[in-house]
């Protein structure tokens, strides 16, 4: 221990607001839950409680998503109470531009923390938990050993392709062909190969420009409407597909989302619209599986448990996996004289 400050009783004033998280990251993408500080949340459905706190506590989004507490690419979930009898718990997903209608990394983590940590006894090696999320009921189940969770599987929503090889023009760029598709989100996809990326870290920067370029495109070319949620209809992000580096894997996604926001896992979102892009081309029949990597190489793995009609659409249930590693607990503080205390973010 550091002898200096050994003696050190210092405790922030009263009327400092305080909030505590824990942090995790899934195949290297952050997750920043929320565990004590916040006010109640009032609401009889997930959806509106999150637009219950975006009205009243965007403060709270923005002072611990962006600096100097977070950064641009820092992510979190707030966890209410259930909304239905059968439920375990409830969430929302807070980010750089606002909020998420679903993110499967943050499922992976969400799932890693409440058995490891103890907040939901398990009672057996494979325990089941149901999550009330913004776009409806998330399964999920754990493989434990010597009660720690080793791989997280998670059923997702129903997903389907929205949009098939459509044209999409860039000013400056020309014509490029995307699909649009929903996986508990909804998001553009293209190849970066034609578009002269490479989908490794180097590229970075160019990826965010293109991404960013894509996303504005196709907001203004198509329409984005989900069947039956209208808080859910909107583009929220571009992921861009290639080889993976791997070999064994079957491919390499790399998504940017919000505001040029950069996934650091192959994101379960998108790794599930994946799915219902292949199964319409005919490349990925029901119980397959696929390891899709991210621009740091970690992987999720994805495969179509069954299929179904989600309104108009032929969709596909998709099962997804991957691990979370819990790597912190903060006690932020929010100094009312603090000029930045609501944060800020250099994008």
Not at 118 to 145: H, V
Not at 183 to 208: C, M, Q, V, W
């Amino acid at each position: 221990m550091n002898s200096f400050f050994s003696a050190w009783n210092w405790k922030p004033p009263a009327h400092w607001s305080i909030i505590n998280t824990i942090d995790l990251h899934t195949a290297g993408e952050p997750l920043r839950v929320i565990t004590a500080g916040l006010p109640g949340i009032p609401g009889d459905s997930i959806l509106k409680k999150r637009s219950y706190f975006k009205e009243h506590f965007d403060h709270i989004r923005t002072g611990l998503m962006w600096e100097p507490r977070g950064h641009a690419d820092m992510y979190g979930a707030i966890i209410t109470p259930p909304v239905t009898t059968d439920g375990d718990f409830g969430v929302f997903f807070i980010h750089n531009e606002g909020y998420s209608t679903m993110c499967g990394h943050a499922i992976i983590a969400l799932i890693t923390l409440v058995l490891d940590t103890g907040l939901i006894k398990a009672i057996d090696s494979e325990p089941i938990i149901r999550i009330d999320a913004p776009p409806g009921r998330i399964t999920a189940r754990a493989i434990m050993k010597n009660g720690k969770v080793e791989r997280v599987f998670f059923e997702n929503v129903p997903s389907f392709v929205l949009h098939h090889q459509q044209a999409l023009e860039i000013t400056g760029i020309g014509e490029i062909t995307i699909d649009v598709a929903y996986g508990g989100a909804f998001y553009a996809f293209t190849e970066a190969e034609p578009l002269g990326l490479d989908l490794k870290s180097k590229h970075y920067n160019r990826l965010i420009e293109m991404g960013r370029k894509i996303k504005k495109a196709t907001r203004e070319q198509f329409d984005i409407t989900h069947p039956f949620s209208k808080d859910l209809s909107f583009l929220y992000g571009t992921i861009f597909t290639g080889k993976p580096e791997n070999p064994n894997h079957h491919s390499r996604n790399v998504c940017i989302f919000a505001n040029g926001e950069v996934d650091r896992s192959p994101t379960g979102t998108g790794v599930s619209a994946r799915a219902a892009i292949h199964h319409l081309r005919g490349e990925l029949p029901v119980d397959k599986s696929i390891q899709i990597e991210s621009i740091l190489g970690t992987c999720m793995e994805v495969k179509i448990k069954k299929l179904t009609r989600f309104g108009p659409f032929e969709a596909v249930i998709p099962e997804v996996s991957g691990s979370a590693s819990i790597i912190g607990r903060n006690e932020f503080y929010f100094d009312p004289a603090d000029p930045l205390k609501k944060g800020f973010i250099l994008r």
